[in-house]
T-cell receptor
Framework: SQTIHQWPATLVQPVGSPLSLECTVE??????LYWYRQAAGRGLQLLFY??????ISSEVPQNLSASRPQDRQFILSSKKLLLSDSGFYLC?????????FGQGTRLTVV | GENVEQHPSTLSVQEGDSAVIKCTYS??????FPWYKQELGKRPQLIID?????GEKKDQRIAVTLNKTAKHFSLHITETQPEDSAVYFC??????????????FGAGTRLAVHP
């Protein structure tokens, strides 16, 4: 069966520091991969999606970036975090249907 | 691009009553409509979905209906229980020829079921 791993679960980072969140999927090949962000009490905003290695589409302009160095690995990065980057970051995968989410990373920028 | 609107934003019902959450979408190319349940502090979990070639789908106490002409779809929960309390999200996805889906979510509905 397919599983998705996302880490870390929580993260507190100072403003201006870099960020790297990693997500890996097991049990499937060539999944579509997504990064979503959820502000406190809000909905899910699609940040990036990827249909294959090295293929990244950005949905919103921001100081975040994403990379897919391997088929089942998706990384969310930032060179310098802003206070507004705080939120709940969710990685997800899909093949032909609904997206399945990782456990999420709660990021607090201080 | 696709835009999904979800109503109501909050819903409070008594245990045993029914709950209905409605969503509308803008992109007529959308053909896949999942619903997610998110408990506090947890990840969203897929609970039911429907494709555009189907008008209704049921799974025990939950059902979804889709009206493609009007571009709206709904989640129905019958015989609600306190453990149904959560935030529910609808989503819509156009499926291009490449086969991938890009889910666009509604803003969510916070459902509270009171004993």
């Amino acid at each position: 069966s397919q599983t998705i791993h996302q880490w870390p679960a929580t993260l507190v980072q100072p403003v201006g520091s870099p960020l790297s969140l990693e997500c890996t999927v097991e049990g499937t090949s060539n999944p579509n991969l997504y990064w979503y962000r959820q502000a406190a009490g809000r909905g899910l905003q699609l940040l990036f999606y990827s249909v294959g290695i090295g293929q990244i589409s950005s949905e919103v302009p921001q100081n975040l970036s994403a990379s897919r160095p391997q088929d089942r690995q998706f990384i969310l990065s930032s060179k310098k975090l802003l206070l507004s980057d705080s939120g709940f970051y969710l990685c997800a995968w899909s093949v032909k249907g609904g997206a399945f989410f990782g456990q999420g990373t709660r990021l607090t920028v201080v | 691009g696709e835009n999904v609107e979800q109503h109501p934003s909050t819903l409070s019902v008594q245990e045993g009553d029914s709950a209905v959450i409605k969503c509308t979408y803008s992109d007529s190319a959308s053909n896949y409509f999942p619903w997610y349940k998110q408990e506090l502090g947890k990840r969203p979990q897929l609970i039911i979905d429907i494709r555009s070639n189907v008008g209704e789908k049921k799974d025990q106490r939950i059902a979804v209906t889709l009206n493609k002409t009007a571009k709206h779809f709904s989640l129905h929960i019958t015989e609600t229980q306190p453990e149904d309390s959560a935030v529910y999200f609808c989503a819509a996805s156009p499926t291009p020829s490449g086969g991938y889906n890009k889910l666009i979510f509604g803003a969510g509905t916070r459902l509270a079921v009171h004993p």
